[in-house]
């Protein structure tokens, strides 16, 4: 069973930054797709943003240009770079694995991503 360690969640003024973390217990050789999530209060989950095997990415319009998504597969770990954080950017965030060929369709849909981890707090204060 895959796991998902999230960390790098905090509080911080708008306009400031955080990078979140996130540990795979394996990480696959072949074709994947990892993502971050994301959930406020009251608010249906959104999907921020995505990277696959080949390193293309994916950004939802809200954060883009202000967030950047990586990863280090040799550390078994994906990583979101947050940049001129707003208030609206509050939520618990959420890393998500599919360690399958993805064939297109909505990467933002849950459904997609067979491991979740826990998520990771992250408050932005006028």
């Known amino acids: 069973q895959v796991q998902l360690v999230e960390s790098g969640g905090g509080s911080v003024q708008a306009g400031g930054s955080l990078r979140l973390s996130c540990i795979a217990s394996q990480f696959p050789y072949g074709r994947y797709l990892m993502a971050w999530f994301r959930q406020a209060p009251g608010k249906a989950r959104e999907g921020v943003a995505r990277?696959?095997?080949?390193?293309?990415?994916n950004y939802a319009d809200s954060v883009k240009d202000r967030f950047t998504i990586s990863q280090d597969n040799a550390k078994k770990s994906l990583y979101l770079q947050m940049n001129n954080m707003k208030p609206e950017d509050t939520a618990l965030y959420y890393c998500?694995?599919?360690?399958?060929?993805?064939?297109?369709?909505?990467?933002?849909?849950?459904?997609?991503?067979?491991?979740w981890g826990q998520g990771t707090q992250v408050t932005v204060s006028s």
């Open positions: 998500a694995a599919r360690f399958a060929a993805w064939y297109g369709g909505p990467w933002d849909a849950g459904y997609v991503y067979t491991y």
């Open positions: 990277i696959d095997h080949d390193g293309s990415t």
